[in-house]
């Protein structure tokens, strides 16, 4: 009891601080859990989700880690009003203090940067009934129905469109229509025009009309709307299934900026407090832990709080070229973070901040496969700055559009693969078209390139079948 | 606006198993998979080759979460750290192509891929609960056991016959060099060792397999693959399910041997093929040490059926004789250009729902052959 009075006045000193500094966070729910919880939270993204074995799978490995004192997380936070952060039992005081100044930057972040202005702050709610809904169509239609049904949705479920602006399919069959026919004066009995035009036109075949006229993003939300063999369940669950990618987007879009603001804050907040020797040390310790660089992939707390010190260091001593070019005052730091902090991305973080300077310090290169060894190919820094770029292009996902949903006039669905300069899996093509086929019903197309050549995979209901274009 | 900035709670969580939940659902799926699997993995090299000692890795395919993804091996990846172009940071060793390694599995920096682990013993004990001995009957004129002596242990006491005079006169040497002079004088009581003796009660068993292969010329790398992984997991199962059962060796070609486990494993040998000279000596092996009257007795013998003609017949009679004595004989061919078979053509003319035969086109078949011999009833195979 003595441990949670001490960690609730830290946690009042924190917030003092944090508000000095300008950070607006969320007000928070703070959850002390064990570690079984909290890897469960981890493994399925939200305390509420619903239930499938990929989450289990997940959480075995990472509990499995903790197990073995392999890894360790110290913090969830999830982006809701009030935020909720789940500690872990039998963290230190300092522990604590230094994962709540964490988390309320992460929060801010949330709760500021734009491209969380869309997200459902209800969403734990919303999972809850997710889950629960799934739940009765299991009882109702059976688990293992349900279960089959969303191995096969999961595989697509990062093909969405999360722009801001439209959050709905692009185009309107009935609009693209209207245009053609021609316009009738408005009456009481506009309705029954309606009917009698459509039947006609259902009639003719018109040329130009194709599904989707444009190539289409979401291919969720086409299946859900097009499949011509969904049942009603099924529908439903992409529905939701698409809610959650959606909600989670932004994260995946943001993570090497919301990991760098929440690392950048809790290092100057702590630096605010009055610490012990011992805290001050294990403090450093836990710190370097967090932003230990990796030879092998990219620790986003590393390059993040990086980018953010040293743009704040150019817009406090902006040079003479500097201030006369773009009229930068001195002394602007702080405030020119905020403003990256509200209006930025991943990509764009990167390409607008990311400098030869940042690049030569922190040692970065890129590396490839040749042969079975992985070499270092490459330490151009305007090369490894659109590498890191092109990774976080459509949130790291291939970018995938359906050209046409009646290909051949015959209900086929043709997706294809915006191909630019990495080749997919082609195992994990061929797998994945089948869970395709599932949703559509019909044969399925995708188009890609390998070696440079167009080539087109199809999958008819028994086998997958390869053709160069 | 009242709403307070922040609060603290600890909730009690133990009714929260949704992880454990979906974990248990993921191995019971591991465990399908496995299932939907063992033909394959019956026939996997590394199990073989490692004696069945280790825990094997083998991608669960079924088990990957397939999506749209890159192709990891033909993407660069951004690192950190101290480096040059050219630098190596890694090496991926199970990349080298061969049969069974597609381009999936691997230890590639960055990228996480799921592999899972199965024990031989999970392998087993899936593989062994659909197989047993067919037709075994209880075989009440035997004796069930038998005594036997073995000395093994030394003790301070005991008859002076079985003095132990080595040790003994060790641990004189012993006593007298902690008094400073190593030599041998006044053995004394405390110096004396004796051998004792154990009584082993070896129960005897009901049962005997004698399992023949064709080591002849004919029997290419595949052909002696195929048979020796029959055979593997032929012993193993035994091993496993019964307590008591023998199994017999031979190896032939030409003429036939008895031979020890090791050598029927590991022997290369050449020549022409006769058969029957391989069942003659089974019947020997059998008319000489294990009566029918107190043994259930299975005879399996695997070959390319590439057998010389003129011993066909001999063959024929022999594996005849054979069935009068046994619960069950096995004939498995393995014949992957589907040639005709000599042999075969011979033996289907046997009209005994005791002899049971395979062919094995591929290595996924030595499951099926399993399954075809040590099943109760061969009908109910599907």
Same mark, same amino acid.
């Given at each position: 009891?003595?441990d ?10 924190i ?25 469960t ?6 305390p509420?989700?619903f ?5 289990? /799978? ?5 509990k ?19 935020s ?8 230190s ?6 994962i ?20 459902n ?17 299991e ?9 089959n ?50 039947e ?14 444009r190539p289409? /993003? ?17 529908r439903?669950?992409l ?33 605010e ?85 940042n690049?030569?310090e ?12 992985w070499?270092i190919?490459?330490?151009?820094w ?9 990774? /976080? ?5 291939p ?29 994990y ?6 869970y ?6 019909k ?25 160069f274009? | 606006?009242n ?23 993921h ?7 496995i ?40 993407q +660069? ?50 593989l ?10 209880n ?13 093994n ?11 132990? +005079? ?6 004189n040497?012993?006593r ?16 004396l ?6 009584e082993?009660? +070896? ?18 790398m ?9 055979f593997f ?10 307590e008591h ?14 031979v ?14 006769i ?9 020997e ?6 009566p ?16 010389l ?21 096995g004939?498995?061919e ?11 053509s ?24 399993l ?10 195979q599907?």
């Amino acid at each position: 009891m003595d441990d949670l009075k001490e960690l609730e006045r830290a946690i009042a000193e924190i917030n003092e601080i944090a508000q000095g500094f300008g950070l607006d966070p969320f007000p928070m729910r703070y959850e002390i859990c064990p570690p079984d919880i909290i890897y469960t939270f981890g493994a399925y993204g939200m305390p509420t989700r619903f239930s499938h074995w990929s989450f289990g /799978k997940a959480f075995h490995r990472m509990k499995l880690q903790y197990d073995l004192g392999l890894s360790k997380i110290y913090e969830l936070v999830i982006n809701s009003n009030p935020s909720y952060a789940f500690l872990l039992e039998g963290n230190s005081l300092i522990q604590n203090k230094l994962i709540v100044a964490h988390v309320l930057a992460h929060t801010d972040f949330f709760k500021n940067n734009a491209y969380f202005s869309k997200t459902n702050r209800d969403m734990v709610e919303s999972m809850s009934a997710t889950a629960e809904r799934i739940h009765n169509y299991e009882i109702q239609y059976g688990k293992d129905v349900v279960e089959n049904f969303l191995d096969a949705a999961l595989s697509i479920q990062e093909h969405v469109d999360p722009s801001l602006v439209v959050p709905k399919l692009r185009y309107d069959l009935q609009e693209e229509e209207v245009e053609v026919a021609p316009k009738k004066p408005p009456t009481p009995y506009d309705d029954l025009w309606k009917l009698d035009r459509n039947e006609k036109e259902i009639k003719t075949p018109q040329k130009e009309r194709k599904l989707p006229p444009r190539p289409e /993003k979401d291919l969720l939300l086409f299946i859900q709307e097009y499949s011509p063999i969904l049942e009603e369940w099924q529908r439903d669950i992409l529905t939701m299934l698409r809610e959650e990618m959606l909600y989670f987007w932004p994260q995946i879009e943001t993570k090497i900026m919301n990991e760098g603001w929440a690392s950048y804050w809790h290092t100057k907040i702590l630096r605010e407090m009055d610490l012990t020797e011992e805290e001050t040390i294990e403090f450093a310790k836990l710190n370097a832990a967090v932003v230990q660089p990796s030879r092998t992939s990219i620790n986003p707390y590393y390059l993040g709080i990086k980018l953010f010190e040293d743009i704040e260091k150019r817009w406090d001593n902006p040079t003479k070229e500097e201030q006369e070019r773009f009229g930068r005052k001195p002394g602007q730091g702080r405030k020119k973070i905020f403003e990256v902090r509200e209006v930025e991305r991943d990509i764009s973080f990167l390409q607008n901040y990311l400098t030869k300077e940042n690049v030569k310090e922190m040692e970065l290169y890129l590396y490839q496969k040749k042969g079975n060894e992985w070499v270092i190919v490459e330490k151009d820094w305007e090369k490894i700055r659109d590498q890191l770029v092109q990774a /976080k292009v459509n949130g790291g996902f291939p970018y995938i559009v359906v050209e046409n949903g009646d290909f051949l006039r015959n209900g086929e669905l043709y997706l294809k693969h915006q191909y630019e300069g990495i080749e997919l899996d082609i195992r994990y093509v061929e797998k994945t078209l089948p869970y395709v086929y599932q949703l559509w019903g019909k044969t399925v197309h995708l188009e890609t390139k390998i070696e440079e050549r167009s080539v087109l995979f199809s999958y008819d209901g028994k086998k997958v079948f390869r053709k160069f274009l | 606006m009242n709403e307070p900035l922040f609060s603290i709670s600890k909730e009690d969580w133990s009714l929260h198993r949704k992880g454990y939940e979906d974990q248990m659902r993921h191995k019971q799926k591991v465990r399908e998979a496995i299932k939907k699997n063992l033909p394959d993995l019956v026939s996997e090299e590394s199990i073989i080759l490692s004696n069945g000692k280790e825990i094997v890795k083998i991608p669960i395919r079924s088990l990957d979460e397939y999506r749209f993804r890159y192709n990891y091996n033909k993407q +660069k990846l951004v690192g950190q750290g101290k480096g040059k172009v050219g630098d190596v940071l890694g090496r991926d060793d199970s990349g080298q192509p061969g049969p069974g390694k597609g381009d999936g599995a691997g230890d590639q920096p960055g990228v996480d891929i799921y592999e899972a682990e199965v024990t031989v013993e999970e392998i087993e004990q899936m593989l062994f609960a659909d197989l047993e001995l067919p037709n075994l009957k209880n075989k009440p004129n035997q004796k069930m056991i038998v005594e036997d002596i073995r000395f093994n242990d030394v003790r301070k006491k005991g008859l002076m016959g079985n003095i132990d +005079k080595k040790r003994t006169i060790l641990e004189n040497l012993k006593r007298n060099s902690l008094n400073g002079k190593a030599m041998i004088k006044n053995i004394s009581i405390d110096d004396l060792r004796f051998k004792t003796w154990e009584e082993i009660i +070896k129960p005897h068993s009901q049962a005997v397999v004698i399992a023949m292969m064709d080591t002849s010329g004919s029997m290419g790398m595949f052909e002696k693959y195929v048979a020796r992984t029959f055979f593997f997991w032929m012993v193993r199962f035994l091993r496993t399910k019964y307590e008591h059962v023998e199994i017999v060796f031979i190896a032939h070609h030409t003429e036939a041997k008895e031979v020890t486990e090791e050598e029927f494993f590991t022997r290369g040998e050449s020549g022409g093929t006769i058969c029957s000279s391989a069942y003659r000596k089974a019947l020997e092996i059998i008319d000489s040490r294990y009566p029918p009257d107190r043994f259930n007795i299975y005879p399996v013998h695997f070959s390319d059926g590439d057998n010389l003609t003129s011993d066909n017949e001999r063959s024929l009679n022999a594996v005849k004789e054979l069935l009068k004595r046994s619960n069950m004989f096995g004939y498995g061919e393995i014949n992957s250009y589907n040639r005709h078979s000599t042999l075969m053509s011979v033996f289907k003319n046997i009209k005994d729902e005791k002899f049971r035969s395979a062919v094995i086109r591929e290595k996924s078949e030595v499951y099926q052959a399993l399954r075809t011999f040590f099943s109760k009833n061969e009908a109910n195979q599907d």
